[in-house]
C-alpha cells in the first residue's frame, strides 16, 4: 500500500470516527486516547478492504408489524419488569445457585453439584475459565477444580451471568442481532476486568459479569416494548445520540433503571446491582469506582466497534470519572492489546 493510500485511509477514518464521539469530552485523556486508537484501528480496516456504512444502513426497517406491552409514557419501571419476573422466565439453574448462595449452612461442594447439574452451564463455565483471560497454569477439568482455584464468589457469579444470557432468547433476530448483543457484552467485561485488574486492592472477579449483565435493562425494554425499541434505536442513529439519551426521550426512563430493579428482584450481589444501575452516572453510585470502571470498559467496547460496523455513539464519561481512575492514557493501549488476545476466544466460550 502506497503512502499516499494510508494517508487516505487516515483521513477517511478520521473523519468517519470522528462522529462517534460527538458526546465525548475532547479534553477528556481517556476519549482522545480511545479516538486514537478508533482512527488507528478504522484506517487498518479500511487498508484491509472494510467498507463503511453508508447512510441507509443506519436507518433500521421501521418495523409496523411489531406490538408493544405497553405505551410509552404510560409504564413504569416496576410495571415493566414485574411483568417479565411474573413469567418465572429464569432458568432454574439460576434460582437453585440462588438458594444454595443465600443458605448459611451452604458450602462449595454445594454450589458446584448444583453448577454441575447443568451440562450447557458446566460446559460454558470451564471454557471460560479454561481460556487464557484467566491464565491459569492448570486445565480446569469440574466445577470443584474451578472453584477452588477461581473461588466461589467469581464462580458463582459467572454461572448466574451466564444462565441469564438464556432469558432473552426468544427476542426477534429483525429486531436486533443479539450475537452483536452479546458480543458488545462479553467486550465490555473483558474491559472492565483488565481495568480492574490493574488496580490496586481493587477485586477484579465481578467485573466480567458486570460487564456481561450491563445492558440487560435494554433486553427487557426489547421484549416488552419492540416497536418503541425500533423508534428509539432509529432515533439515536439518525440524530447521532447515544442511545440512552434516546430511551430518556422516548420511555422518560432508561436500560440502568430497569436493569437495577430487575436484578435487584433477581437478587443479585447488591454490589453488582450497584455498578450496573449507575454506569452511566458513577458520581450517583455507592462504589463510585466500580461504576466508573464499567462507564470506561463500556465505552471501550464501543470504540471498538467503530470499524467493524458499529451504529452507535460512544456515550462518553461522566465528569470526573476517568479521574477516579488510577490509570493513564497509554494503559489503555495496552489494556485494548490484552483485549484483542483474548475476545475470539472468549466469545467462542460464551455464546
Known amino acids: 500500500m502506497s503512502q499516499n493510500a494510508s494517508n487516505d485511509h487516515m483521513a477517511l477514518s478520521e473523519d468517519y470516527v470522528r462522529n462517534f464521539f460527538t458526546y465525548a469530552d475532547p479534553d477528556n485523556e481517556a476519549m482522545l486516547q480511545l ?11 479500511l ?33 415493566l419488569v414485574s411483568s417479565e419476573t411474573q413469567l418465572a422466565s429464569f432458568p432454574d439453574i439460576y434460582f437453585r445457585i440462588r438458594k444454595v448462595l443465600d443458605s448459611p449452612n451452604s458450602s462449595a ?23 487464557p483471560f484467566y491464565g491459569l497454569a492448570h486445565t480446569v477439568e469440574d466445577v470443584s477444580h474451578a472453584i477452588a482455584i477461581v473461588g466461589v464468589e467469581e464462580v458463582s457469579t459467572l454461572a448466574l451471568g451466564i444462565s441469564a444470557i438464556n432469558v432473552f432468547k426468544d427476542i426477534p433476530q429483525e429486531l436486533i442481532d443479539m450475537k452483536a448483543f452479546w458480543k458488545h457484552s462479553v467486550s465490555c467485561g473483558v474491559f472492565a476486568k483488565l481495568i480492574a485488574s490493574r488496580i490496586e486492592g481493587m477485586k477484579a472477579d465481578k467485573f466480567f459479569t458486570a460487564g456481561l449483565l450491563h445492558d440487560v ?69 455507592q462504589d463510585q469506582l466500580a461504576a466508573s470502571i464499567l462507564q470506561l470498559a463500556d465505552n471501550m467496547a464501543n470504540a471498538m466497534e467503530i470499524s467493524s460496523g458499529g451504529m452507535y455513539l460512544l456515550p462518553g464519561m461522566e465528569e470526573g470519572a476517568w479521574e477516579r481512575i488510577p490509570l493513564q492514557g497509554d494503559d489503555l493501549v495496552e489494556i485494548v492489546g490484552l483485549f484483542d488476545s483474548h475476545i475470539e476466544e472468549l466469545f467462542k466460550a460464551i455464546l
Request: glycine content about 6%; hydrophobic content about 40%; aromatic content about 8%.
Open 35 to 45: 479516538y486514537r486508537i478508533g482512527v488507528f484501528r478504522t484506517a487498518k480496516a
Open 47 to 79: 487498508s484491509a478492504g472494510w467498507i463503511m456504512p453508508d447512510e441507509d444502513a443506519r436507518t433500521a426497517r421501521n418495523l409496523e408489524y411489531l406490538r408493544d406491552n405497553f405505551e410509552p409514557g404510560d409504564v413504569s419501571v416496576g410495571e
Open 109 to 131: 461442594d454445594d454450589i458446584s453439584r448444583e453448577i454441575s447439574n447443568d451440562l450447557g452451564l458446566t460446559a460454558k463455565l470451564l471454557k471460560l475459565v479454561n481460556s
Open 217 to 285: 435493562g435494554r433486553l427487557i425494554i426489547f421484549k416488552k416494548m419492540p416497536y418503541a425499541s425500533v423508534q428509539l434505536l432509529l432515533y439515536a442513529r439518525e440524530n447521532q445520540l447515544p442511545v440512552v439519551e434516546s430511551e430518556e426521550d422516548h420511555l422518560g426512563f432508561d436500560h440502568t433503571q430497569v436493569a437495577k430493579q430487575l436484578l435487584t428482584e433477581w437478587k443479585f450481589p447488591a454490589s453488582m446491582v450497584d455498578c450496573l444501575a449507575f454506569h452511566h452516572a458513577p458520581s450517583q453510585a
